[in-house]
Structures are given as C-alpha cells and as structure tokens.
C-alpha cells in the first residue's frame, strides 16, 4: 500500500492535471519516459457532472463510474495506461468515491448519464438515497463523525459503511487495476471511515502483470491535516499513505522567505510531518495553488523564482514521495482548462521545439530546472544527507553522499563561495541553469578540485545542482 511500484532508477509523480488521455500517453512515451519519471496522476477519470462554465471542480463531482470525462473514453484510458507501463511510467489514478454531484432537479454528466438531485438517484451506477448519509451538512471540523457522516459542501455523502456501496466502489478500482493502474489517490479521504476505506483496499486485486506478482496498488490518501481538527492524518497511515499538506506549507512559507532556510536542516518528522515513508508531497496541488488548504501562502508557477528553488529543495532531498504539479494557466480560482468556446472539449498542449508547452498549458514538469533535479534525485538515491552547511540565514547547502551536491540562496544578493561538493575533480553540468548535453554543459559548468572544493557563484533566489550523471 506504501510502494509507489516505480520502475528501477525512476521517481516523482507529475499530476498531469485535466490532460486527455492521448495526450498523457505521449507525454509517456517522449518525455516523461526518457527523462526518469516515476509516475503519472491523471484526472478523476469517471463520469462527472457538466457544470455551468466548465469549472476545475466539476471532475469532482461523479456521476457514475463509467469511464467517460473530458479527457477521453474508457478505451482512450486503457491505451494510456498501456502506453505508459510500456515505457516505463507508472499510472495513479484520482479516485472519488466520497459523495456523488451536487445538484438541483436533473443534472447531466459527461456520459450522457443522468442524476436526479436532491432525490440521490444516480441511475447509471445506479444509487439511490438509500446509499447516502442522511442530510447534514459539515459545519464542525472537530466533530470527527460529522466530517465523516455528513455532506462536504453540500455534495450528497455517499455510505461507505453499506455493502452494496463496497462492492460498487471495489469493483470501479479493480476494474482499474485490471487495465494495469499502479493505483490510487483517494480524493477527501478525511471525509470517510478509515474502517470503511480499509475494507475497501482489502478488497482489491493485485496489481496485473505489468508488476510483480502479488504487488498490492499503491494508495494515498487526500487528508487535509494542518492540525485544528478533529480528524488526524495518522488514522490513515496505516491503511496507504497520505497527502502531507503541511510540507506544501512550510516549504512554501520557507522559500517565501517566512522562515529562513537554515531552519530546513531539521526537515522532516520534526517539523511535524508525518514520518517519510507514509509521506506523500508536494510543493502545490491542484487545489491549494487556487487558495485552498494554506491559502495564499502557498507557492505555484506564478512565482517562479521562489516555486524553482522550493521544487528543487523537495527532489533534492530525501523525505517522502514528491508529486510535481502540472497546471494549466487561470486567472479566476474556478477556472477550467482551455477548452474549444463553442464544443468545450479541452485543448492539447503545443509542445515547441524548445519543449515548452503553449496553448495554455504550465508544463512545470518540463520546466529545465525540475526535470534536471528529477535527474538528480533518481542519481542520489539511497544517499544520505551529508555536509550539511548554511550561512546562519538564507543560504544552504548539502551533499547527498558523494554522488550529488545542491546549494540554495534565498539572499537578497548573488553569493560567491568555496563549497565543498562531496564530489570527485572534475567538471559538472549544473542541471538548473541545463543539461549535460554529450561533452558539454548547455547552462554553467561547475569545476571541482582534488579535495572536493569548488568556487560556485548563486544568482540571488536561485539554486545550483550537480551530479555525479552530469559530469563532463
Ligand atoms: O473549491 C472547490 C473544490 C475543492 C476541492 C476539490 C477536490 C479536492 O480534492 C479538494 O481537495 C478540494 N469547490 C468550490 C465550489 C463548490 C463545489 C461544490 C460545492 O458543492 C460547493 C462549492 C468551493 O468553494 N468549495 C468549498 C471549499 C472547498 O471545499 C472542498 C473540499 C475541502 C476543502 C478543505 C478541506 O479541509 C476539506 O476537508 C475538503 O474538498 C472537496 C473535495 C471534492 O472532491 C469536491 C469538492 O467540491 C470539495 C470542496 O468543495
Ligand atoms: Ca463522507
């Protein structure tokens, strides 16, 4: 439940938030295969209400569990997920199996499929009310029984407790599993019975022959923990792991300048976080980067400077399993992705020779600096943080064994140092500014000497990366 089933030397789960389909199958198969990715989270793939004006959040909302959205059909679904595990890269896939849509009187679904609100008749799964929580609403966040058994945000609460809901939750993910998923994110797991949802996981295949035999999917779980409540992100570590929504905090507020970075020395379980391998982060989620859980705190691709160096500071260091956040630009928080005006069927991104997307689209998992520092976390593993130095402030650095070296300034100047890297002499590609590219660097080149040592100039709010894979 707590394996992610990376293939060998890959990591890093890309949200490839609202792609259709075909389109993350290519990006399979020509980026984030070759460039060492260990997995991608699609978009809740079921059918989900129409709401008016297209909203992000509508995906959130399910009508049935048939496989039909925005991003393509069932069989759109299977040739991902095949194309995928082809090359290498894994497939976890956006579960909501809270509540069902929201609505009054008919509502339609991207199926075609029908509900019929506030009776709770969702005849294509089918439910009726006898499947739902009687009708509250979740006013007392410290009421662990109300979170649970009352409705989030006026969204019919579906009863997991019933074993015909069981079974129609259970046979949807086996389903899943069958085409070859590695798993699951479960969406507002806060809001079901850590009871409930563990009967549920027992009741899922093994994983198909994509994986080794007798794999179990991997699961983590959507619970928004920043302490206040009744419900705690421990009572569901032990069923999967979990979203440490305060490690998106805290590294936001860290590279935000609201605590200096040398604070980040003790990273990890004592800051509070949950401990590593129960550990699922990131720096943004599709959520929190339009003010949800940590509000305006939380950094996104709207500040570049400062969401590069907190990225970096995640894949550089060895805590939890990171989750890069690929977003769509928006200017308004409902915002849905770019969409046709008059079909209202998304739109590609338009990769560019340069590998940039357009057409709306962020692409931050293409952006130079988190896919070298992907790179860099797939070379350091199993290397433990070593040499650890600051300057007292706003500037760090550390070695991952003798195989990586990161140096962060979050200074207000450029700084000019004599580092020791760890590393061997020789002359390294640093992989923020670009690549190795065969027996040359494209961005700076780092030269370290027979002790180790090496002269490095940081702009000021950047960083610099080097590996022992990008040695020239
Ligand atoms: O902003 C949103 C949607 C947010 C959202 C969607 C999916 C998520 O996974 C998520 O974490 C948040 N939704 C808008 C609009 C909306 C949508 C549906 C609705 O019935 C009413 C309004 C909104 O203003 N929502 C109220 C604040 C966000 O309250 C939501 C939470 C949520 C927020 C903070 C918490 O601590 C928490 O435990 C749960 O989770 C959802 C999960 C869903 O599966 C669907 C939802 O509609 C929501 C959801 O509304
Ligand atoms: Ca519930």
Redesign the pocket.
């Known amino acids: 439940q707590h394996n992610p089933h990376f293939f060998p030397n890959r990591t890093g789960i890309v949200h490839l938030f609202e792609w259709k389909f075909k389109d993350i199958a290519r990006e399979c198969e020509t980026y984030l295969s070759p460039n060492g990715f260990g997995g991608v989270q699609v978009s809740p793939i079921n059918e989900n209400a129409i709401v008016f004006k297209r909203?992000w959040?509508e995906r959130?909302?399910p009508i049935s569990y048939r496989i039909i959205t925005r991003s393509g059909d069932e069989n759109d679904f299977r040739n991902m997920v095949t194309k995928c595990n082809t090359v290498g890269v894994r497939v976890y896939v956006?579960i909501?199996v809270?509540?069902m849509a929201?609505g009054n009187g008919q509502v339609n679904g991207t199926g075609g499929g029908t509900a019929f609100i506030p009776d709770k008749s969702y005849p294509n799964v089918p439910y009726n009310e006898t499947h739902f929580h009687e009708t509250c609403a979740i006013n007392d966040?410290n009421n662990a029984v109300e979170?649970r058994n009352c409705e989030?945000?006026?969204?019919p609460d579906l009863d997991q407790s019933l074993e015909y809901v069981r079974a129609r939750i259970v046979n949807f993910m086996n389903k899943l599993i069958d085409f070859g998923v590695a798993g699951f994110r479960m969406?507002?797991a806060?809001?079901m019975w850590p009871n409930d949802l563990s009967v549920i996981y027992n009741r899922l295949n093994n994983l198909s022959n994509y994986f080794a035999t007798g794999s179990r999917p991997f699961i983590y779980q959507?619970v928004?923990d920043l302490g206040g409540?009744a419900v705690k992100k421990t009572e569901y570590i032990s069923l999967g792991a979990v979203t440490e929504f305060k490690f998106s905090l805290e590294i936001s507020r860290a590279f935000r300048g609201h605590n200096e970075l040398k604070w980040l020395k003790s990273w990890g379980v004592k800051w509070g976080l949950l401990p590593s391998k129960y550990s699922l982060v990131f720096v943004d989620?599709?959520?929190?980067q339009?003010n949800?859980?940590g509000g305006s705190e939380i950094l996104t691709y709207k500040f570049p400077k400062m969401y590069v160096m907190a990225v970096a500071f995640m894949l550089a260091h060895p805590y939890g399993t990171p989750r890069i956040m690929s977003s769509f630009f928006f200017d308004f928080?409902?915002q849905g992705p770019p969409a046709n005006v008059s079909t209202e069927e998304i739109i590609s991104p338009k990769i560019l020779s340069n590998g940039t997307c357009t057409n709306g689209w962020v692409c931050e998992h293409r952006w130079t600096e988190i896919v070298g520092m992907i790179g860099f976390r797939n070379r350091v593993r199993g290397e433990a943080i070593a040499n650890w130095w600051d300057n007292d402030n706003n500037a760090i650095a550390f070695c991952r064994g003798n195989k990586g070296f990161v140096v962060f300034n979050n200074e207000p100047d450029d700084l000019q140092l004599t580092f020791n890297t760890c590393l061997s002499r020789g002359n390294y590609c640093d992989v923020i500014s670009g690549r190795k590219s065969g027996n040359i660097c494209t961005g700076q080149q780092i030269s370290v000497n027979e002790k180790g040592k090496s002269v490095i100039r940081i702009k000021a709010q950047s960083v610099v990366a080097v590996h022992s894979g990008a040695k020239i």
């Open positions: 909203p959040f959130y909302q956006d909501v809270n509540h929201a966040y979170v989030l945000v006026g969204l969406d507002a806060k809001h959507e928004i409540e989620n599709h959520d929190n339009r949800g859980a928080i409902d």
